[in-house]
């Protein structure tokens, strides 16, 4: 079952050795920015830079599946600590994800790499609505231009609307998102590429 595969894939993770960890970790396009008002952690996606199609033909749809549920599941005992400290039910996790297409300064390939992307999430997305529905209560959608709010439409029609209702498009300026982000992480410095309107 679910359960028994994310053991086994945090067991391996564990030991930090086998080809899939050190792909996954070089793959790797979370970090966590800090904590919200909450006292949870904000956690960042550059999905942009995301390669969902070369990672699912090489580790299997099935463990990359795992490899997300896994970083729900880390999400999902902070949420549970944090209630269990404050005494009282923490709302869930804030989640910004970076759509941005940087150009020169980005990765190569955004556009086939975005549209793996909307072929990928909509099946995570199920699948966390599913069993974590309450671990995220907000997302920030950043650096949205015309490319990627097109995308995002065609990916809506088979998204949860669970999903779509916690989902917020911002443009590509930082002024769109700055105030929001600064008031879900009162005293945090953001990184430099989320505070003002360039790649880092």
Known sequence: GLERRLEAWDAEVALGQSWRVRLAERC?????????????????????????????????????????LSIHEQV????????LERQRFAQGALYVWDVGNYGRLGVPNYFS?????????????RVLEQNYPEVVRRVMVVRCGPASKALYRA??????????????????????????????????RLPAFLAGDGAD
């Open 113 to 125: 790499r975005m549209w793996a992307l909307v072929r990928f999430l909509p099946r995570v997305a």
């Open 76 to 83: 999902a005992a902070q949420l549970r600590r944090v209630t």
């Open 155 to 188: 990916a809506a029609p088979f998204l949860p609307a669970g999903t779509l209702a916690k989902c917020q498009l911002y443009g590509w300026r930082a002024e769109e998102w700055r105030r929001d982000l600064e008031a879900e992480m009162p005293g945090v």
């Open 28 to 68: 790797r396009v979370h970090c966590e920015l800090g904590p919200d008002r909450f006292g949870l952690p904000v956690l960042l996606f550059r999905w942009s830079s995301f390669d969902a199609a070369g990672l699912e033909r090489e580790l299997g749809a099935e463990l990359m599946l795992d490899v997300i």
